[in-house]
């Protein structure tokens, strides 16, 4: 049986907990934060995020500080 794909709950750090997005497709923690803060965002605006992404089956969960006009994210 084939292992089922990731699943991220992604919040800005502004945001309680309980304000977490499912964010499909993402095949990482960082790529999670990406996609989070470029829906947040205007990418043509750019502009930081800082992104809490959670692993909901572990638990795991690391913070992320989005440059959405680059694409990039580094650790907070």
């Not at 977490?20 to 993402?26: E, F, N, P, S, T």
């Not at 990482?28 to 605006?45: P, Q």
């Amino acid at each position: 049986m084939a292992q089922a794909a990731p699943q991220f709950y992604a919040h800005a750090s502004s945001e309680g907990s309980g304000r977490g997005h499912l964010v499909k497709d993402a095949a990482s923690f960082e790529d999670a934060a990406i996609r989070f803060a470029e829906d947040r965002l205007d990418a043509a605006e750019g502009g930081d995020l800082r992104v809490i992404v959670r692993d909901p089956e572990t638990g795991e969960q690391h913070c992320f500080c989005v440059d959405v006009g680059e694409g990039e994210a580094e650790p907070c």
